[in-house]
């Protein structure tokens, strides 16, 4: 009735339109779009199936861990201190211009001094030291000094303030009427701190915010865990009173480490501040005895070069000692 051919024909086309007909039944859910809405949905149906098995307690962990990272990003990106923060540190109310223009001054009178004071053979390096300690080197030692003594103070009344906070949450207080309380009856710094972070508040700056802030003109490690606890208070709830009561304990136990550690390091500093200080003694009882046998060190350019050499050697082993008797904890 069919020819061979037309046999072959109609067995060609069926297989071409079963051949079309799968491609068609894999293909289009990806032209069309169902394949991804499949995914999608079952990512969501994951997430959601994931976070409810989730215990409250993990949750809070991780809204803490979150919190921690981004606190952590944050500090390293504000880990370059300019000139205006160093300042803010030492509680003075300068510009960086009144600084930069002090230091200048100070350089060329302490150079002027030096230049007059010393022999002609020496004139030139002494007074070229004298102009880089004077700009530089003395002015930041100053700032750096009232930073660190400000700090220390700073240290010493966190604990106790912290301890104000605490009891005035357990009695029903809200936290920035503490901090205002904290603002208002405490010494400086600590009460100078404090009384920006409220009128940082005022203009619509979080708590939060406020003590990240603080830790910027305080870089302390207690005013971090300070901010640390307040983020993660507000992040992911829990006992504010508890978990400040904690913080004071810490702070009091690091003031006793750190009380511990320079009564176990005061014989070790006495020693490096007798050996550093010998050379100098023995230079001034030999200048008294015999002045003549010591001036050749600052009259002979030989003798310059050895007061020089001695003076590198001096201060490498000053610094190495510093070094070895200053203890992290």
Do not use: H
Not at 228 to 250: P, R
Not at 264 to 283: D, H, N, R, T, Y
């Amino acid at each position: 009735m069919f020819s061979p051919e037309m046999i072959q024909i109609a067995i060609i086309l069926l297989g071409a339109l079963a051949a079309g007909g799968f491609v068609y039944a894999i293909a289009t859910p990806y032209f069309n779009g169902e394949k991804k809405a499949d995914q999608r949905i079952a990512g969501l149906t994951a997430e959601k199936t994931d976070r409810s098995r989730y215990s409250p307690e993990q949750k809070r962990r991780k809204a803490v861990q979150d919190v921690l990272d981004e606190l952590d990003t944050r500090q390293k990106e504000n880990a370059k201190i300019s000139m205006r923060q160093r300042l803010s540190q030492a509680g003075m109310s300068i510009s960086p211009a009144i600084f930069y223009l002090i230091s200048a001054l100070n350089a060329v009178v302490l150079g002027a001094v030096t230049y007059m004071f010393v022999g002609e053979s020496v004139a030139l390096y002494a007074t070229g030291a004298a102009i880089f300690a004077g700009g530089i080197g003395l002015p930041r030692w100053v700032v750096n000094f009232l930073a660190a003594r400000r700090q220390r103070k700073f240290v010493s009344q966190l604990a106790n303030a912290i301890d104000i906070i605490v009891r005035g949450v357990k009695t029903g207080l809200p936290l920035n009427d503490c901090i205002g309380i904290i603002a208002a009856e405490s010494p400086a710094p600590l009460g100078q701190e404090f009384s920006k972070i409220v009128e940082e508040q005022r203009i619509g700056v979080t708590l939060a915010q406020g003590i990240e802030r603080m830790y910027e003109r305080m870089p302390l490690q207690e005013v971090s865990f300070l901010s640390i606890v307040i983020s993660i208070q507000s992040a992911a709830g829990g006992n504010l009173a508890e978990a400040l009561q904690n913080l004071s304990n810490v702070l009091r136990e690091r003031k006793k480490l750190e009380g511990k550690v320079r009564a176990f390091s005061q014989e070790a500093k006495s020693s490096a501040a007798i050996i550093g200080s010998l050379p100098i003694l023995v230079m001034g009882a030999v200048y008294i005895s015999k002045p003549d046998y010591i001036m050749i060190l600052f009259n002979e350019r030989s003798g310059n070069m050895m007061l020089a050499g001695s003076a590198v050697w001096m201060l490498m082993g000053v610094l190495m000692m510093r070094k070895m008797i200053n203890f992290d904890y």
